[in-house]
């Protein structure tokens, strides 16, 4: 099945009420389920180059690679999870080196960095791999959860019991990341495995819409929403906007719109041959 069939994909985004430039990246393929999101940090536009350089890396690299021919195992379910793990992790990493590089040759660039989202479907799953605070929920029978866990200070505020959840609504650490892309030589992307069901909406966001509204207020509307995307992602720009857009706002959603499971077994080998000969 051509991917496009499975998924509508939709993004949107814009520099807020405040910022005078938008230091977001985002980017996707609907054809190869690929998704990227970079929320860029860094003095007088280096943020917009580091995360520019995230998005380019990471949808070049992986989208040559499948065009290549690279694929999933189509025979082993585990070997497939991992092969797409190590592609979302590896390419992440290829990023990291290249802001790394360029901040260390040009003194302009110096510390730039960027979060990073990036979501690769296949096979009726998702892989999703990130670093920092830029943030990948889902919306399944009409409920939210996030699939990812900041990297941040707030977050580990949070996990030692320092503050509860609703203290962190209003504290002034927010945007103090503790994993970012390009700051280090070398940076240890999060990557995870999730099943895809038929009707999930996935949100992939930067900070800037989740500091603004509240994950009720998101989950309201994509429910509200979900029959016409460009409408909701319009929608949930619009309500970081109103209330203050205080940061740069990107958001890219994902509806699933069929199965799109591999074939396996003897048929696989079957259709293999079958292009082969092609």
């Not at 025979?75 to 590089?101: F, K, M, Q, T, W």
């Not at 994902?254 to 396996?264: G, H, T, Y």
Request: glycine content about 8%; some cysteine.
């Amino acid at each position: 099945m051509n991917m496009t069939q499975a998924l509508q994909v939709v993004a949107q985004t814009d520099p807020g009420m405040v910022r005078s430039h938008n230091e977001d990246s985002v980017a996707f393929d609907a054809e190869l389920g690929l998704v990227v999101l970079a929320d860029g940090m860094g003095g007088y536009n280096a943020g917009e180059v580091a995360s520019g350089i995230a998005v380019s890396v990471t949808m070049t690299e992986i989208t040559q690679f499948l065009q290549a021919g690279g694929s999933f195992s189509a025979h082993d379910e585990a070997h497939g999870a991992e092969y797409g793990v190590a592609l979302i992790g590896d390419n992440i990493c290829r990023a990291n080196a290249s802001i790394y590089h360029a901040a260390n040759s040009q003194p302009q660039y110096a510390g730039m960095g960027t979060t990073i989202v990036a979501a690769l479907f296949y096979d009726n799953r998702v892989v999703v791999g990130h670093v920092g605070d830029s943030r990948m929920y889902r919306l399944r029978d009409d409920k939210l959860s996030l699939l990812t866990r900041d990297h941040s200070f707030l977050q580990e505020q949070i996990d030692s019991g320092v503050i509860t959840q609703a203290e962190a609504r209003f504290s002034r650490n927010k945007n103090l990341v503790t994993r970012a892309v390009g700051i280090d030589e070398e940076v240890e992307p999060e990557v995870h495995v999730h099943d895809v069901r038929v009707g999930d909406i996935y949100l992939l966001c930067s900070d800037g819409l989740n500091d603004m509204v509240d994950d009720e207020e998101i989950e309201n509307t994509l429910y509200a929403m979900q029959s016409n995307l460009p409408m909701a992602v319009e929608q949930l720009i619009q309500m970081a906007n109103d209330m203050g857009g205080r940061d740069n706002v990107s958001a890219i959603l994902i509806k699933v719109l069929a199965d799109f499971s591999e074939p396996r077994g003897w048929m696989a080998s079957l259709l293999t041959r079958f292009k082969k000969q092609a």
